[in-house]
Every structure is written in structure tokens, then in C-alpha cells.
């Protein structure tokens, strides 16, 4: 079972997760989804796939992994007292097993680090140490950006 949280005190951070979602960092796939933000929204960002399952305006937003992403499970942003936290909970299948500790797990950490870096620069909260991607999450993020074939 995975349970990763990511917490960031963030002063005046209460009813902004609907712009923390629209600060999605520009470095990592954009965050698609096929309607506003909502429950039965549909997207993702680059292969990971999800629906919004639970939505309180402002304070809170879920989604559900889709089906052969390799992770049954749900991913929740909301607004707690002082700041924000972002918590994923499921189970691996398949290659999952293998993709998540290896390499899915950092990748995932930094997205999440970078968008609450976003938010709180956003929020005139600028964090003390910005996040740094270790190493490996660079080799990794290199590795993913030449797999990605350009548009001729």
C-alpha cells in the first residue's frame, strides 16, 4: 500500500485549490482535463491518467487513477489549516510494482514540491529553499523529455 503526503505551510492558502490547480508547473506535462474542474472531469497530465471524483470548491479536489495506469487509488489536493497538503494512496499492479519505487515515487514528489513551490509564490509566500530535484529525478526528467518524440 502507498501512502505519500506532501505538506507546505503556506499563510493564506484556505479556498485556493482551484488556482493551485492552474498553477500546474510548467516544467512537467500540463494537467488536461475535458470539462472545468469538477467531479466527472476527465484527464490527466502526460500517461497518467484520472477523473475527479470528489470536489468541494476551493478546499478540496480528488481524483481516481484510470484503469491501466498500474496504480488503483486516488490523489487529493486540499487546503488544510495554514497550508496545503497533497496525499496519494493505492496499490501498485503490474509494472507499477517496479515503476513506482524506481522511478514514478521521485518523479511524483518533485511535480508535487514544484507546484507548491508555484502556489506559495503565488500566494506573495515565497518558500525560504525552493524545492531541488535530487539526481536522479533530473536523469530521470532528462531521460523522459528525449524519449518524447517532437512534432515534426
Given at each position: 500500500?502507498?501512502?505519500?503526503?506532501?505538506?507546505?505551510?503556506?499563510?493564506?492558502?484556505?479556498?485556493?485549490?482551484?488556482?493551485?490547480?492552474?498553477?500546474?508547473?510548467?516544467?512537467?506535462?500540463?494537467?488536461?482535463?475535458?470539462?472545468?474542474l469538477g467531479?466527472g472531469?476527465?484527464?490527466?497530465?502526460?500517461?497518467?491518467?484520472?477523473s475527479?471524483?470528489?470536489y468541494?470548491?476551493?478546499?478540496?479536489?480528488?481524483?481516481?487513477?484510470?484503469?491501466?495506469f498500474?496504480?488503483?487509488?486516488?490523489?487529493?489536493?486540499?487546503?488544510?489549516?495554514?497550508?496545503?497538503r497533497?496525499?496519494?494512496?493505492?496499490?501498485?499492479?503490474?509494472?507499477?510494482?517496479?515503476?513506482?519505487?524506481?522511478?514514478?515515487?521521485?518523479?511524483?514528489?518533485?511535480?508535487?514540491?514544484?507546484?507548491?513551490?508555484?502556489?506559495?509564490?503565488?500566494l506573495?509566500?515565497?518558500?525560504?529553499?525552493?524545492?531541488?530535484?535530487?539526481?536522479?529525478?533530473?536523469?530521470?526528467?532528462?531521460?523522459?523529455?528525449?524519449?518524447?518524440?517532437?512534432?515534426?
Open positions: 500500500m502507498i501512502e505519500n503526503v506532501h505538506v507546505r505551510q503556506i499563510p493564506d492558502s484556505a479556498g485556493v485549490i482551484d488556482e493551485v490547480v492552474e498553477l500546474w508547473p510548467s516544467a512537467w506535462p500540463p494537467l488536461v482535463l475535458d470539462r472545468p467531479v472531469a476527465k484527464g490527466g497530465h502526460g500517461f497518467v491518467r484520472y475527479c471524483t470528489d468541494v470548491p476551493g478546499r478540496r479536489v480528488e481524483f481516481t487513477f484510470g484503469p491501466g498500474g496504480l488503483v487509488g486516488t490523489h487529493t489536493l486540499e487546503a488544510v489549516p495554514g497550508g496545503l497533497h496525499v496519494l494512496t493505492g496499490r501498485t499492479r503490474g509494472l507499477m510494482r517496479l515503476g513506482w519505487p524506481l522511478a514514478v515515487r521521485w518523479l511524483h514528489d518533485a511535480l508535487i514540491e514544484d507546484l507548491f513551490d508555484k502556489a506559495a509564490n503565488a506573495g509566500h515565497p518558500p525560504v529553499h525552493r524545492a531541488r530535484w535530487s539526481p536522479w529525478v533530473r536523469m530521470m526528467y532528462a531521460a523522459a523529455k528525449r524519449s518524447v518524440k517532437q512534432p515534426a
